[in-house]
């Protein structure tokens, strides 16, 4: 056995530990609660998230834009009939750059999403299906016609730059410096690769590695030196890219749908799980991803992004908004030294910690309030000040019960 192959051995059952200690002592992890679906009048292929809006590819109805600022009551804020079909969009400042199926690449002016308007597009032979776009350049996965390097210095007239071919049907791009990532699928034999294209020279994009997948590749993530690919009904695939041409493999996860796209935040990457839903996995370890929660949404999960706490899925004929919450808060409201026990120790721990004393032992992200120390956050409003310290004088004195924050729940 090769060192690295005895290494990433003992990764594999060192992370297994942790994994059977956590589920065994309650150590705190995350999970998805759900928050609304709003309803689309045709089939989400694709959604995602800038500045308080959502912005969703609904297939031959063009592009639905929802405003999330309040993720518990998103409302329409636009919408824009593109040519073809509606496969991915990504924005970038005032303009989102569409994947439209045959009609390639649609530029839109969305600085007022209330009147969204065409303002350019790339129309060449293939089928668009994402969109990538980095510095001057819009990458563009055009099924078996490769993938475009299309020029946008002016987003208004979209000129050709230069054209990667491949013998796969590209359905996924990414872009890192001076590489983009795509998603290559081939019928015979039937399995799937990620392949790494060095565009230094946006007029000469040329092959640099590759990683296979089993049964097909579609959606891709890079984050943290690793190339996550979704791989329809094999799942998850992680490759490490830390070196670019030379592709390492690193870990599997077979979710039990037909993985389509995902979303990498933090330790988790979220999988739209075709007709099984949503798959939430750990991959604290690249090379030992394990679930941490599932959805089963009501139609066919097919894309997600996150932010702020919240996951956003293209599903159908719906968008489905779940939030992301801490499970199994190891803490008693009050209980801010650790003691074990409320009492008006913690009082004056308390005040020592706002003086500029030790911070309290046990922090807890709660989303969407970000990381707060729960313990002391006896009011219920997930933040702990001093008004924290008076509803705690107050209650040692007879006053109402101490209360924890809805979103951070005590387990104890």
Do not use: H
């Not at 707060?372 to 109402?400: E, H, M, R, W």
């Amino acid at each position: 056995m090769s060192r690295r192959s005895s290494s990433s051995l003992r990764k594999i059952l060192i992370i297994s530990t942790l994994w059977l200690l956590a589920n065994f002592t309650g150590v705190s992890g995350q999970n998805l609660e759900y928050v609304i679906g709003y309803a689309l009048p045709d089939g989400a292929l694709g959604v995602t998230y800038d500045s308080n809006l959502a912005y969703i590819a609904n297939d031959v109805s063009g592009m639905e834009i929802l405003d999330v600022s309040d993720p518990f009551n998103p409302f329409p804020a636009g919408n824009l009939g593109i040519p073809s079909f509606t496969r991915n969009v990504f924005v970038r400042g005032n303009y989102a750059y569409v994947a439209a199926g045959d009609s390639g690449l649609q530029v839109v002016d969305v600085s007022d999403p209330l009147f969204a308007t065409i303002v350019g597009n790339y129309e060449a032979t293939g089928t668009a299906l994402t969109v990538y776009v980095s510095g001057d350049y819009a990458y563009l996965a055009n099924g078996y016609s490769g993938m475009l390097v299309i020029n946008i210095a002016d987003p208004t007239n979209p000129t050709l730059a230069g054209t990667y071919i491949s013998s796969g049907y590209l359905m996924g791009v990414s872009v890192v410096g001076n590489y983009a990532f795509v998603t290559a699928n081939f019928v015979e034999p039937d399995y799937g690769q990620m392949q790494v294209v060095d565009i230094s020279d946006p007029a000469n994009p040329t092959y640099a590695g590759s990683g296979d997948t089993q049964g097909g590749a579609y959606g891709i993530y890079i984050s943290g030196g690793y190339a996550y690919v979704a791989a329809f009904t094999y799942g998850l695939y992680i490759f490490d890219i830390t070196d670019p041409p030379a592709v390492g493999y690193a870990g599997v996860y077979n979710t039990p749908g037909s993985a389509k796209r995902l979303f990498v935040a933090g330790n988790y990457a979220f999988v739209a799980d075709g007709t099984s839903g949503l798959e939430m996995i750990d991959v604290t370890d690249p090379y030992a991803p394990f679930l941490t929660d599932s959805i089963n949404t009501p139609g066919n999960a097919t894309d997600v992004v996150v932010d702020r706490g919240f996951v956003y899925i293209a599903d159908d004929f719906s968008l489905e908004i779940y939030q992301i919450t801490e499970s199994n808060c190891e803490y008693s409201a009050g209980d801010i030294n650790a003691s074990g026990s409320s009492n008006g120790i913690d009082v004056t721990y308390g005040v020592s910690f706002f003086k500029g004393g030790s911070p309290p032992p046990y922090s807890c992200s709660c989303p969407p309030y970000g990381t707060i120390f729960p313990a002391g956050d006896v009011n219920g409003n997930c933040q702990f000040n001093g008004i924290d310290i008076s509803y705690f004088v107050t209650y040692l004195k007879g006053g109402p019960d101490l209360q924890s924050c809805p979103s951070c729940p005590s387990a104890r």
